[in-house]
């Protein structure tokens, strides 16, 4: 039997030429291993939070975008429906346009007495369908004039007038909604250089019959 010599402990085997100090070191780099570990074990937090908010960062871009590409698609539908609602104004303007002068002749048709029989039927679908187009007629005599919606053919003065005044409606003028597509020929007349405006001689005279009656 072998003997153990007491005091002894067995070590380990150094491979010759290698100092007892060469084994240290692999239990020093064991330990930095163990440290090291648990910050290892962050890493892929630290990388899914920097992922998650690239993601997020994108999706704050293409939200923008889509809600910048639908702003620009709302204004194109509405552009597109105000003009065609515009070329088909301009289109029933100019048909309106070129029946303006048939209008004239059943209007001077009625003056005169002549609007009777098939003629006056057929003077009247018309003037029922050109006014479901919306064509409207408009000008009276005794009205303001209005450069805007009238244009003056011929010009007096008259003394019983207080501002320019259309006297004489010499054609119709006609507009589909705001839109005029002939203004109203006219006749106007304006105040009597010099002379008092008639509602002006009424409230003088009125003052005067007020003022020369006093109680006594």
């Known amino acids: 039997m ?19 100090d060469d084994a240290e070191p692999k239990a020093a780099d064991s330990s930095e291993e163990e440290t090291a ?9 630290v990388g899914l939070t920097a992922q998650l908010d690239q993601v ?33 104004e301009i289109a029933v303007a100019n048909l309106l346009s070129e029946l303006l002068p048939v209008l004239d002749d059943v209007g001077r048709a009625r003056e005169h007495g002549e609007l009777v029989g098939g003629f ?9 369908v050109v006014a479901k187009l919306g064509l409207q007629q408009f000008g009276k005599e005794g009205e303001p004039f209005d450069p805007t919606i ?15 005044t259309c006297v004489a409606i010499l054609q119709p003028g ?10 109203a020929r006219v006749a106007v007349a304006e105040p009597q250089p010099g002379a008092t405006p008639a509602a002006a001689k009424e409230e003088k005279t009125d003052d005067e019959e007020s003022g020369g009656t006093e109680e006594v």
């Open 174 to 183: 006609y507009r589909i909604g705001e839109r005029t597509i002939r203004p």
């Open 37 to 45: 570990a648990p910050a290892g074990d962050l890493d892929p937090t």
């Open 56 to 88: 997020r960062t994108a999706l704050g871009e293409r939200t923008a975008d889509l809600q910048r590409l639908q702003a620009e698609y709302q204004n194109y539908r509405r552009r597109v429906e105000r003009d065609r609602v515009s070329v088909k």
């Open 120 to 128: 006056k039927s057929v003077a009247e679908s018309m003037e029922t």
């Open 2 to 20: 072998t003997e153990e010599t007491p005091g002894f402990e067995e070590k380990p085997d150094v491979p010759s030429g290698a100092t007892p």
């Open 150 to 164: 009238h244009e003056a053919l011929m010009h007096s003065y008259a003394p019983d007038v207080t501002e320019t």
